[in-house]
Protein backbone atom coordinates (compact mmCIF):
# COMPACT_ATOMS: atom_id res chain seq x y z
CA UNK A 1 0.00 0.00 0.00
CA UNK A 2 2.87 2.39 0.86
CA UNK A 3 3.99 1.61 -2.32
CA UNK A 4 1.44 2.88 -4.15
CA UNK A 5 1.38 6.13 -2.82
CA UNK A 6 4.92 6.07 -3.65
CA UNK A 7 4.44 5.48 -7.11
CA UNK A 8 4.76 8.84 -9.66
CA UNK A 9 5.29 11.19 -6.64
CA UNK A 10 7.68 13.89 -8.26
CA UNK A 11 10.26 14.83 -5.55
CA UNK A 12 12.37 17.58 -5.42
CA UNK A 13 16.29 16.27 -4.35
CA UNK A 14 18.29 19.30 -2.95
CA UNK A 15 21.60 17.89 -1.65
CA UNK A 16 24.98 19.26 -2.39
CA UNK A 17 26.96 15.79 -2.13
CA UNK A 18 26.90 13.80 -5.45
CA UNK A 19 27.37 10.42 -3.58
CA UNK A 20 24.67 11.00 -1.56
CA UNK A 21 22.30 12.86 -4.73
CA UNK A 22 23.24 9.89 -6.33
CA UNK A 23 21.93 7.56 -3.91
CA UNK A 24 18.94 9.47 -3.09
CA UNK A 25 17.37 9.25 -6.80
CA UNK A 26 18.06 5.67 -6.88
CA UNK A 27 16.34 4.95 -3.54
CA UNK A 28 13.68 6.88 -4.88
CA UNK A 29 13.50 5.40 -8.39
CA UNK A 30 13.29 2.35 -6.93
CA UNK A 31 9.58 3.40 -5.19
CA UNK A 32 8.59 4.49 -8.60
CA UNK A 33 9.45 8.11 -7.87
CA UNK A 34 10.28 10.94 -10.64
CA UNK A 35 13.37 12.82 -9.63
CA UNK A 36 12.98 16.78 -10.01
CA UNK A 37 16.70 18.23 -9.89
CA UNK A 38 18.53 17.96 -8.05
CA UNK A 39 19.98 21.28 -7.09
CA UNK A 40 22.70 21.75 -5.45
CA UNK A 41 23.09 24.84 -4.52
CA UNK A 42 20.83 27.11 -2.36
CA UNK A 43 19.53 29.85 -5.39
CA UNK A 44 18.81 26.86 -7.63
CA UNK A 45 16.57 25.51 -4.94
CA UNK A 46 14.70 28.61 -4.69
CA UNK A 47 13.89 28.58 -8.44
CA UNK A 48 12.92 25.09 -8.37
CA UNK A 49 10.65 25.76 -5.80
CA UNK A 50 9.46 28.45 -7.76
CA UNK A 51 9.01 26.64 -10.39
CA UNK A 52 6.50 23.90 -8.42
CA UNK A 53 6.81 21.05 -10.37
CA UNK A 54 6.85 18.73 -7.53
CA UNK A 55 4.59 17.01 -4.76
CA UNK A 56 7.17 17.16 -2.42
CA UNK A 57 11.39 17.81 -1.10
CA UNK A 58 13.90 16.79 0.26
CA UNK A 59 16.45 18.68 2.12
CA UNK A 60 19.94 18.86 2.96
CA UNK A 61 20.21 21.18 6.35
CA UNK A 62 23.45 22.17 4.84
CA UNK A 63 23.94 22.89 1.12
CA UNK A 64 27.51 23.96 0.78
CA UNK A 65 28.11 26.13 3.74
CA UNK A 66 24.11 27.56 3.50
CA UNK A 67 21.63 26.67 5.86
CA UNK A 68 18.57 25.28 3.58
CA UNK A 69 15.95 27.44 5.65
CA UNK A 70 15.35 30.02 3.10
CA UNK A 71 13.81 26.96 0.97
CA UNK A 72 12.00 25.70 3.98
CA UNK A 73 10.20 28.96 4.49
CA UNK A 74 9.24 29.11 0.70
CA UNK A 75 8.13 25.69 0.52
CA UNK A 76 5.96 26.28 4.01
CA UNK A 77 4.45 29.19 2.36
CA UNK A 78 3.27 26.71 -0.41
CA UNK A 79 2.27 24.62 1.85
CA UNK A 80 4.68 21.51 0.46
CA UNK A 81 5.27 19.01 2.53
CA UNK A 82 9.36 18.64 2.50
CA UNK A 83 11.84 16.24 4.31
CA UNK A 84 15.09 17.44 5.87
CA UNK A 85 18.03 15.29 5.31
CA UNK A 86 21.20 15.45 7.71
CA UNK A 87 24.11 14.05 9.50
CA UNK A 88 23.25 16.05 13.01
CA UNK A 89 19.93 14.17 13.59
CA UNK A 90 16.75 16.36 14.42
CA UNK A 91 18.59 18.26 17.15
CA UNK A 92 20.32 20.19 14.13
CA UNK A 93 17.07 21.47 12.79
CA UNK A 94 15.76 24.89 14.02
CA UNK A 95 12.83 26.81 15.02
CA UNK A 96 9.86 26.77 13.89
CA UNK A 97 11.09 23.42 11.88
CA UNK A 98 11.74 21.13 14.41
CA UNK A 99 8.30 19.37 14.18
CA UNK A 100 8.90 18.35 10.38
CA UNK A 101 10.14 14.90 9.53
CA UNK A 102 13.82 14.43 9.34
CA UNK A 103 16.31 11.41 8.10
CA UNK A 104 19.51 11.47 9.38
CA UNK A 105 22.58 10.36 6.98
CA UNK A 106 23.16 7.78 6.45
CA UNK A 107 19.93 6.48 6.06
CA UNK A 108 18.26 3.59 4.88
CA UNK A 109 15.79 2.89 2.13
CA UNK A 110 13.25 2.11 4.61
CA UNK A 111 14.23 5.05 6.73
CA UNK A 112 13.67 7.38 3.66
CA UNK A 113 10.15 5.56 2.82
CA UNK A 114 8.72 5.97 6.68
CA UNK A 115 9.83 9.64 6.25
CA UNK A 116 8.30 10.40 3.22
CA UNK A 117 5.19 8.74 3.78
CA UNK A 118 5.11 10.83 7.40
CA UNK A 119 5.66 14.09 5.43
CA UNK A 120 3.12 12.96 3.34
CA UNK A 121 0.65 12.34 5.92
CA UNK A 122 1.45 15.66 7.95
CA UNK A 123 0.68 17.62 4.32
CA UNK A 124 -2.93 16.04 4.33
CA UNK A 125 -3.41 17.01 8.12
CA UNK A 126 -2.20 20.48 7.75
CA UNK A 127 -4.75 20.27 4.84
Known amino acids: MAEERLKGLRVLV ?6 ISMLLEDMLMDFGCTIVGPAARLSTALEM ?11 DVNLA ?3 IYPVADALA ?3 R ?5 TGYGGAGIKDPYRERPVVQ ?3 SQQELKRTIL ?3 DGSARES
Open 14 to 19: VEDEAA
Open 49 to 59: VQADDFDIAIL
Open 65 to 67: GEA
Open 77 to 79: GRN
Open 81 to 85: PFVFS
Open 105 to 107: KPF
Open 118 to 120: AAL
